[in-house]
């Protein structure tokens, strides 16, 4: 039986299926009880570890291989979530309350590690490890819609200079620990570390758009591009002997305005938070000892007590300093505060890289009872943060709406801000464009687009794919353009009936959504509409169906359709309204726009939580209100504000007195297709009535 055991432990491809298994299945049971994901990674480390069940050999080199890839890969994605768009907006404030809380923690830190008699070098690798932060808290105030507030964008633009000094803490502690220090290896240390920085911030940028440019849609080589500047970067890094994480985090800060929010972005987080960065986490649990663990909470309490209670401390008092000196309210500095605690990338990378750091004695930098704390300061902030920033942040006024592209956030009039979907820039009529592929519903389509073209005095373009290669006298492709004159023959036949001016287009091309795009761009389109398709193959599994792809090129707004009567008939509308933000509003005009030619109304649904203050709610009301008075569009609005937890099941619930629910799609994907937020997936699992997924431009 031990001999088994051992051949389970030794086996690569053994300890790679207990991974995948463990990655698989721990971490939505730990969600369930409202515990990070990451912490049944860790639970699973320990158990399959050497302390456990024994299945899993951290020395081993595949188990040492994945999780330094998991390393890297957690650094790299730290910086390219960092919002450079938010950052460059707010950079002073950033980079102030930065410092703020960056050397609050840190002086907190060193002056714990000193207490306990550590060595100075030791006590500032602490106090580094307390310095930095990770946004967990992030999709609760965007959930909440108080992310454009100035102090919450203050703090996303913090992390950036907290993370990259506390790195260069980190290189310069595990540089004076290896033996290696003196004034001039210190010059030559920072010097070599600036050129470095240099050529990966402004040279894999440079090379990014250059590549990116010149492949155009070529998503696959894109990605792998993305993933070699990963690479190179930690690689470079060690060459000049700094730790490969300093490289990966400054690979994804290169690399961030390269991707932006396209596609390649969400298959680099796919791969990373799917399979890499939960390798490194399962082996941090690992390399837990159990028993040491155990000691130190029991016996050096008083440590982990400094530590945790230094860190919550230090970042609060951070976070009211910069409230004083920038006149924040004391809900946004609290917030603040909250937002700043978690800690998890950029730490538990550091604390990993400290702790296996030996000098020529043999002696860690940091020992397994700081390690240990540092495993406890994550598992407490890591849940307390989230927490008090869903109490703290849901009290935040909520941001008055904003055009885009200004750094002043003023109220505006539907008017002035709201984006035409006609072109400011363009004097051709209002143009809707409808891919024709399937007979059965193409006549609700074009009586849809026809409704809204005439509503604006325009056209409707139906448009139909004929997919070719290479060769132009393929039979393949004769038989394609064939189908396409039968499909544009009924297409322009029905649109007679509805008396609007129609184009039927032809296009040959290698790829329907592509081609979709590209015509909808030829004509200046200002709409695209589409039918709804439940591909659910394994093609679309991996690689998303047309339109998606359509969702993600589209120069224009998308409007995907499932009509269950005919749109003449559709005259009472839902739109569930989640916070007032740019995108929503367009939502919110295609419906006006629609219910404005069909003579119908408009019900606006806002659904919050239990613990959302009377005040938030009038003011919501109140803004929404001014909103749909100042609209260009005469229609029948009432608006519905219900307190539940559960969104889907309110607006299931709610659809069963209305015709139509106009639902926002926001523009990422994963590699299974159109992602959109978890409410709408939902809803749209158990809808039974019609229903359009709207989707602006990506730009």
């Known amino acids: 039986m031990e001999n088994f055991v051992s051949l389970l432990r030794h086996n690569p491809l053994v300890s790679f299926t207990i991974l995948l298994l463990v990655i698989l299945t721990l971490p939505p049971i730990f969600e369930r009880l409202r515990l990070p994901g990451l912490v049944g990674l860790l639970f699973a480390g320990v158990v399959l570890g050497q302390d456990g069940l024994n299945l899993l050999d951290h020395d081993s080199e595949s188990i040492k291989l994945l999780a330094d890839i998991g390393k890297i890969y957690l650094m790299f994605v730290a910086g390219l979530e960092i919002d450079m768009v938010e950052f460059r907006k707010n950079k002073d404030r950033s980079l102030g309350f930065g410092l703020l809380t960056f050397a609050v923690p840190m002086i907190a830190g060193a002056m714990v590690g000193k207490y306990f008699g550590f060595s100075w070098n030791t006590a500032i690798l602490i106090g580094s490890l307390l310095a930095s932060h990770t946004l967990l808290g992030y999709p609760i105030v965007q959930r909440l819609g108080v992310v454009r507030n100035e102090a919450v964008m203050v703090t996303i633009g913090a992390t950036i200079f907290t993370d990259i000094s506390a790195l260069l803490v980190l290189a310069i502690c595990v540089s004076i620990h290896g033996g290696d220090f003196s004034a001039s290896s210190l010059v030559i240390q920072l010097v070599s570390l600036g050129i470095y920085s240099l050529i990966v911030l402004f040279g894999f940028d440079w090379l990014g758009k250059e590549y990116f440019r010149r492949t155009g849609d070529e998503e696959s080589n894109q990605f792998l591009f993305v993933l070699l500047a990963l690479f190179m970067a930690a690689v470079g890094a060690q060459a000049i002997n700094v730790d490969k994480i300093v490289g990966a985090f400054l690979a994804g800060l290169a690399v961030n305005d390269v991707v932006g929010e396209g596609p390649v972005k ?147 009039t539907l008017e002035e801000w709201l984006p035409q979907l006609q072109s400011e820039t363009s004097t051709s009529p209002f143009t809707v464009v409808i ?219 709610a659809a069963q007195n209305f015709d139509l629910v106009v639902l926002r799609s926001f523009r990422r994907r994963t590699a299974g297709g159109l992602a959109v937020s978890d409410v709408t997936t939902e809803v749209l699992k158990k809808l039974t009535c019609s229903l359009v997924l709207f989707g602006e431009p990506h730009s």
């Open 435 to 653: 891919p024709i592929y399937n007979p059965y519903t193409q006549r609700d389509l074009i009586a849809m687009g026809a409704l809204l073209a005439k509503r604006e005095s325009g056209i409707i373009i139906p448009v139909s794919i004929a997919i070719a290669h290479v060769h132009m006298d393929d039979s393949q492709l004769n038989s394609n353009l064939k189908k396409s004159h039968t499909l544009l023959d009924r297409a322009l036949s029905i649109s007679q009936e509805f008396e609007v001016k129609t184009k039927p287009v032809i296009r040959i091309d290698d790829d329907v959504a592509r081609g979709i795009s590209r015509t909808a761009r030829e004509k200046d389109a200002n709409l695209i509409i589409m039918g709804w398709s439940e591909n659910t193959g394994l093609r679309a599994r991996l690689f998303g169906n047309v339109i998606d792809s359509v969702f993600w090129s589209s120069h224009c707004p998308v409007a995907v359709m499932r009509l269950l009567d005919h749109p003449v008939n559709l005259h009472r509308i839902l739109v569930p309204i989640k916070n007032l933000t740019p995108s929503t509003l367009e939502t919110l005009r295609f419906a006006q726009l629609f219910v404005d030619a069909n003579q119908g109304t408009i019900t606006l649904l806002h659904i919050c939580d239990r613990q959302t203050s009377p005040q938030q709610i009038t003011d919501f009301k109140e803004e929404l209100s001014q909103i749909i008075a100042e609209s260009p569009f005469s229609v029948k609005t009432k608006i519905k504000i219900v307190t539940h937890e559960d969104a889907p099941k309110v607006i299931i619930r």
């Open 266 to 412: 969400e298959k680099v987080e796919f791969v990373g938070g799917t399979l890499f960065i939960p390798f490194f986490f399962v082996g941090m649990g690992l390399l837990l000892d159990i028993p040491a663990f155990i000691n130190t909470i029991q016996f050096q309490f008083p440590l982990v007590l400094g530590i945790v209670g230094g860190l919550i401390a230090s970042k609060f008092i951070a976070a009211f300093m910069a409230q004083v000196i920038y006149r924040y309210s004391w809900q946004e500095g609290l917030t603040m505060g909250s937002l700043s605690l978690p800690q998890v990338a950029a730490t538990l990378a550091a604390a990993l890289v400290a702790y296996e750091a030996k000098n020529a004695l043999g002696e860690r930098l940091i020992n397994d009872a700081v390690f240990n704390s540092i495993i406890v300061l994550m598992l407490v902030t890591s849940i307390l943060g989230p927490v008090l920033t869903a109490q703290f942040a849901r009290n935040l006024p909520l941001p008055k709406v904003q055009k885009e592209g200004e750094s002043e956030i003023p109220a505006v």
